[in-house]
């Protein structure tokens, strides 16, 4: 299989702290993306981050890369209880094929 | 504008009948894609069109028949369905070009139980 993983899978916190989490890829890509996805809704894309950067923002959420291990963290920061959903990254190898990790599901207990 | 739409949302189909599931873009997109997403497994990509005319195997095409009808439409037909082809199905499409890496813009899934 050419999927990632993200980790935790499951992931519980409080109103207002951080929420971190993971994704280890196993091939080189030229890209890598993280989705939001609600309860019985489809993916909405949150961020990219390109493999020759390291470090992305875009509001609350810091996306970064590391090649070198294969891996990427996405932080939210101040969670909100709407942050709950579930959380993929996916990857991009051939700029045609995007492969979804297993995803980390997120409660952000009000 | 609609985005992308799946039809239909919800499928009842017992082992062995066939049926096809509808995509439809507006967004003049020229790639995409077909995923199933099983509890555990996250998503797979079954089938996907980088343009129109052409069609590509993903990582689970067995049991699946695409067919990129316009620039607009990607049907998933199962064949002969089968219990292990239960699950949700998205469809997704993106704009892709030489100087340009778009993000993939999903339907709202077609959820299939095969009996």
């Known amino acids: 299989s050419q999927q990632g993983e993200e980790d935790p899978q499951a992931l519980s916190i409080q109103e207002g702290e951080n929420a971190t989490m993971n994704c280890s890829y196993k091939?080189?890509?030229?890209?890598l993306q993280w989705y939001r996805q609600n309860s019985g809704r489809g993916l909405v894309h949150l961020i990219l981050?390109?493999?020759?950067?390291r470090e992305k923002h875009s509001g609350r959420l810091r996306v970064t890369l590391d090649t070198s291990k294969k891996s990427s963290s996405l932080l939210i920061t101040a969670s909100r209880a709407a942050d709950t959903a579930s959380y993929f990254c996916a990857t991009d190898a051939t700029g045609n094929q995007f492969y979804f990790g297993t995803g980390t599901s997120l409660t952000v207990i009000p | 504008n609609a985005g992308v739409t799946q039809t239909p949302k919800f499928q009842v189909l017992k082992t062995g009948q066939s049926m096809t599931l509808q995509c439809a873009q507006d967004?003049?997109?020229?790639?995409m894609y077909w995923y199933r997403q099983d509890p555990g497994m996250g998503l797979r990509l079954i089938y996907y069109s980088a343009s129109e005319g052409t069609t590509d195997k993903g990582e689970v095409p067995n049991g699946y028949n695409v067919s990129r009808l316009n620039k607009r439409e990607f049907s998933l037909r199962l064949e002969s369905a089968a219990p292990s082809q239960t699950s949700v199905y998205f469809c997704?499409?993106?704009?892709?070009?030489?100087?340009?890496?778009?993000?993939?813009?999903f339907g709202e899934g077609s959820r299939l139980t095969v009996l």
């Open positions: 967004m003049n997109h020229n790639s």
């Open positions: 981050i390109r493999s020759n950067e």
């Open positions: 997704a499409s993106r704009l892709q070009g030489a100087l340009r890496t778009g993000e993939l813009f």
């Open positions: 091939t080189s890509i030229n890209n």
